[in-house]
């Protein structure tokens, strides 16, 4: 968490800080399961209090992924999805096993209730990717808080309690869940964004002009770079964004000037690699070059 999070804060690129985010919740999840396998099979305490704050932490780490990476909220929840695991890791190792479980299905409803309000109301996001992660999230804390409250109840001894929160269960919902944020992920490239596409009507071709002049001057492998690094800037832009031969058709009206600034700042491209370039809409004749300070006005003319 403290070396892919903290680090992005001030991200100018929020998409690239969402997927950055959410393949650390990824990986929390697959370590959760793999300490609740080791201790299923003779771990000690210490591995299932481990896997218990990796359980909060996973959906915590989801909401915050749907923050604005410069906003006071986003660092309020990191700041929260540290605290949390950590407070129910100690209940784990300090208070008696009923309790501690009790504790930690509570936290787990908290952290996903969040991480679907979180989802629900960000702006960084596509909105399919939003209603899979809202789903995802709403489905287990709906499921923790049931589980919670027949937990304080008499029922929990009962034969359908045991049935329904055995461990069994459990793994195959949040399986389920792990799997729609997954599937959240995939719908980022299927997906217009919710403030950078101007209704998908006005896309824009940035490619390599002269193919074979770019490769007598500066080599094969570093135009192809050079392609991949344009591809990335424009998803960073619009994750609409399409690859075409040799560049990329971008559905932004404000394409040259976006993808420019992606470029320069993030990529480090200079005007040797700008001179490269061409702008068209797709399908037209005319081409002219993207120069490194593209201006609004160019990118209106585009």
Do not use: K, Q
């Amino acid at each position: 968490m403290i070396g892919i999070i903290l680090p992005h804060l001030g991200s100018r690129i929020p998409l690239t800080f969402f997927l950055r985010v959410i393949g650390l919740a990824g990986v929390l999840a697959v370590g959760c399961t793999a300490l609740y396998v080791v201790s299923l099979h003779g771990g000690d305490r210490l591995t299932c209090s481990a896997a218990d704050a990796l359980m909060v932490a996973a959906p915590l780490v989801v909401g915050v992924s749907t923050t604005s990476p410069g906003s006071r909220r986003t660092r309020t929840v990191v700041t929260l999805a540290i605290v949390l695991p950590a407070a129910v890791a100690s209940s784990s190792l300090l208070l008696p096993n009923e309790v501690s479980h009790i504790v930690r299905i509570a936290a787990v409803t908290l952290a996903c209730a969040l991480g679907a309000v979180l989802a629900f109301t960000s702006v960084i996001v596509p909105r399919r990717s939003v209603a899979a992660i809202v789903v995802s999230m709403t489905t287990y804390a709906v499921y923790s808080l049931a589980r919670t409250v027949v937990a304080l109840s008499p029922a929990a001894s009962s034969d359908f309690a045991r049935t329904v929160f055995s461990h069994a269960v459990s793994a195959g919902v949040a399986t389920a869940c792990v799997l729609l944020i997954g599937a959240a992920v995939v719908l980022v490239r299927r997906s217009p964004h919710p403030e950078l596409t101007g209704g998908g009507t006005s896309w824009t071709r940035l490619v390599v002009g002269d193919w074979r002049a770019a490769i007598r001057t500066h080599g094969m492998p570093t135009v192809l770079a050079l392609v991949s690094e344009l591809r990335s800037a424009a998803r960073d832009v619009d994750p609409a964004s399409v690859d075409v031969h040799r560049g990329v058709d971008v559905p932004c009206p404000t394409a040259p000037l976006a993808v420019s600034r992606v470029l320069r700042e993030t990529y480090g491209w200079g005007p040797e690699s700008f001179a490269l370039l061409r702008v068209a809409e797709p399908l037209a004749r005319t081409a002219r070059s993207l120069s490194p300070s593209a201006r609004p006005s160019d990118a209106a003319e585009a």
